[in-house]
């Protein structure tokens, strides 16, 4: 069950971040899906709402790409350590496009039940990525 | 220092960083090395060049519809 379990939620990051097919996302979470993502303020509730999520993220960074760098599955969850990297070309978050390409790192705990995830939290490198933006001043090391 | 910067003066240097040149995502230990994609170079050049070469053209048909550009026009095509 983890192999399924580890194999499900790295279809999502590949199929739905990477190709952009929202669609796998009815076959892939539960429609009373939970995300939590620490870049938004609260918990985002459906199928939908997940969808819009992973919409905005590809329109700011159209050619984003996950990479899997680590998995590991006990009973119910999947954690899932990732590098993401894209160029910011449309808005995100407020932000116009900058050109600039990112380079982010984060991780996701999937929970699944009858083969869906039905509960999902991410944290990942949000100053980083304001940093590498030019929104958040990066400071030279001394 | 900017603004920014002042409030923010404890904020670490990230690991990746765009080079200010050509936009790429560079990790600490390439930035030394790192040297430019002539293509990937133009493309984000011409990126943040985009707002201006977006209102050039209807800056040129602005300044063409002027007496001054009527005239230029006019002057030019006599010349021709």
Redo the contacts between chains.
């Keep these: 069950m983890s192999a399924e379990n580890k194999a499900l939620a790295r279809r999502f990051f590949l199929e739905a971040f990477n190709d952009g097919n929202l669609s796998v996302i009815d076959e892939l979470a539960a429609p009373e899906i939970v995300n939590h993502d620490s870049a938004m303020p609260g918990p985002m509730v459906g199928i939908d709402a997940v969808k819009a999520a992973v919409a905005g993220y590809r329109t700011g960074f159209p050619d984003l790409q996950i990479t899997i760098d680590e998995q590991v599955a006990e009973g119910d969850r999947v954690v899932t350590r990732w590098s993401a ?1 894209g ?1 910011h070309g449309g808005d995100l978050m407020g932000m116009p ?8 790192t984060g991780m996701t705990i999937d929970r699944l039940e009858n083969g869906r995830i039905v509960e999902t939290r991410t944290n990942w ?1 949000t ?2 990525m304001l ?3 030019g929104t ?6 001394a | 220092m900017n603004v920014l910067a002042s409030m923010f003066p404890s904020l670490p240097q990230p690991r990746f960083m765009p080079c200010p040149e050509c936009g790429e995502s560079l990790d600490l230990d390439a930035r030394v090395s790192h040297e430019c994609d002539e293509a990937r170079w133009a493309d984000y050049q011409l990126f943040q060049l985009r707002d201006e070469i977006e209102a050039l053209e209807p800056q040129i048909a602005s300044y063409l519809a002027s007496p001054r550009g009527r005239f230029e026009l006019w002057y030019a095509a006599r010349n021709r």
Excluded: S
């Design positions: 990297r160029t496009a900058t050109g600039k390409q990112a380079t982010v490198d100053l980083g940093q590498q933006l958040v001043p990066a400071l030279a090391t």
